[in-house]
């Protein structure tokens, strides 16, 4: 009797366990497909170019930095130790990228960047100069008073 009972809890599990299996695999394809189709604007744009970077409206989507020639020279020999944000925050001018470049060759370990050094400088100059907008001057003739305890 207990060897009846195994066979038909074989029988009637095996059709069971096949379709939960069939079930949980057209769930993946089709979350896949889904994916594909109705994906990030990235993903869609960066396939469509036949690229993983991607640009949308004159922006480097990965990186933040601003699309121009030389761009890829940036990317390459910048973003491999820090991050773009730190490029894009640091609005300089020419004497003052090529004191920090040196300074990072000094002291962190850039490799020598031979010709690339120019077309990197002139990059980010173009692309992140000094704002005109710095600071508010300093305060003139004020007129201090004593505040009463």
């Known amino acids: 009797m207990m060897q009846e009972h195994k066979e038909t809890e074989r029988i009637i599990f095996k059709p069971v366990f096949k379709i939960i299996i069939l079930i949980l695999i057209s769930f993946v394809v089709l979350g896949a497909l889904a994916i594909m ?14 690229s993983p970077e991607a640009i949308e409206n004159g922006i480097h989507l990965r990186t933040g930095l601003i699309d121009a020639p030389d761009l890829q020279a ?12 730190l490029i894009i925050q640091n ?20 490799w020598p960047l031979g010709d690339n050094q120019k077309v990197i400088v002139d990059y980010l100059v173009k ?23």
Request: glycine residues 8%.
């Open 37 to 50: 189709l109705y994906g990030p604007k990235e993903t869609q744009v960066a396939l469509e170019e036949g």
């Open 91 to 110: 609005r300089m001018g020419e004497e003052q990228w090529n004191a920090t470049i040196r300074w990072m060759q000094k002291t962190q370990g850039l």
């Open 74 to 85: 940036v990317i390459t020999n910048c973003t491999t130790c820090h991050s773009s944000q």
């Open 127 to 149: 692309n992140y100069p000094p704002l005109k907008k710095g600071r508010r001057p300093a305060l003139t003739n004020i007129e201090w008073y004593n505040l009463d305890e």
